[in-house]
């Protein structure tokens, strides 16, 4: 166990709808991370956030949207879902902005049918 | 495009057998990270070597960077059948810098 937290682990919506992925890091983790992870694109970086601001962006799409709020936690919000998101979305954390070791959490798997 | 790339893409030992695993990445890094995955969870880092390191061990684990011919392998000596899993190399330009995740190596220890 990380101690990463991510609910919900399943989540299955339709084309066109909008989810919220959320994620509690490590006790002391100021670092949050999101990636996607899918057969066809391997396991993609998507959006940092250290102590509530955004450090460093990936491969986000303008239909996805992050936020760490004060208390630490983040989450992703996808919106006007395609079948092309359907993936695994990981959180992870660190202690520090610099991107050492990051201690990842189980994951939520989207399906969008 | 990525910035690590792991070679094999697949391996298949025996239990007791070592298990080498390349990776190659393009531009100049801070440092490599390892990391394991087991089906459908969560990644699991192993360990970290820094660019101005040469070598480093973490149990079974041996870690080598050649920052010359820009590349570093994991070595799992005396697989165990736990040892099966996805490992991904895991490169940062700097020490601000985003993770760039290479596609992975599926490592199968036959017990």
């Known amino acids: 166990d990380s101690g990463v937290t991510q609910t919900p682990k399943h989540l299955i919506t339709a084309t066109g709808q909008r989810v919220t992925l959320r994620c509690s890091p490590r006790?002391?983790?100021?670092?949050v991370y999101w990636y996607q992870q899918s057969l066809d694109q391997g396991l993609q970086f998507l959006i940092q956030?250290?102590?509530?601001?955004?450090?460093a962006k990936g491969n986000i799409l303008e239909r996805f949207s992050a936020q760490q709020f004060p208390d630490l936690h983040s989450e992703l919000n996808l919106s006007s879902l395609e079948l092309g998101d359907s993936a695994l979305y990981f959180c992870?954390?660190?202690?520090?902005?610099?991107?050492?070791?990051?201690?990842f959490g189980p994951g939520t798997r989207l399906t969008v049918l | 495009s990525q910035q690590g790339e792991e070679d094999p893409q697949a391996l298949s030992i025996q239990e007791g057998e070592n298990a080498t695993m390349n990776c190659s990445y393009k531009t100049s890094i801070n440092n490599l990270q390892w990391y394991r995955q087991n089906s459908g969870r969560g990644l699991v880092h192993l360990i970290l070597i820094r660019s101005n390191e040469r070598e480093k061990h973490s149990g079974r684990l041996r870690v080598t960077l050649d920052t010359s011919k820009k590349s570093s392998s994991l070595l799992i000596t005396a697989s165990r059948a736990a040892d099966t899993a996805s490992y991904f190399c895991a490169t940062v330009k700097t020490s601000y810098d985003k993770v760039i995740f290479g596609p992975g190596t599926s490592l199968s220890v036959i017990p």
């Open positions: 006790s002391g983790d100021l670092s």
């Open positions: 992870a954390s660190s202690v520090a902005r610099s991107t050492d070791t990051q201690y």
């Open positions: 956030y250290y102590n509530g601001e955004e450090r």
